[in-house]
């Protein structure tokens, strides 16, 4: 992931690099690795690298990371009906990827 990223070993391919992101980001339950996927997947997002700039896809990401720093950076960029729709999807994912260390 950071590999790509910051071009090291590999040609630098910030697609690629989103693409081993939301791999992480998706991981459940979160060892680690899921939770600095969504945070970096959250940051290609807000500035568009190797995405489409997105700042709900943004929001979303960083909430599920709870990186609240983040969140407010981003938020400064949203209209309240964005925030509403990001924390909308933001549930809606947590409610497909159940922890199973909950239940």
Known sequence: MNCYEY???VEENYALAAEWYGKAAEHVPNLGGA???????????MVGLGVPRDYVQAY???SLAGTEANLAA???????????RAQQMADEWTKRHPDPAIY
Request: charged share 10%.
């Open 60 to 62: 979303m990401w960083f």
């Open 35 to 45: 939770g600095q996927g969504r945070n970096h997947l959250g940051n290609f997002y």
């Open 7 to 9: 071009g090291e070993g």
């Open 74 to 84: 981003v938020q400064v960029e949203m209209t309240p009906a964005q925030i509403i």
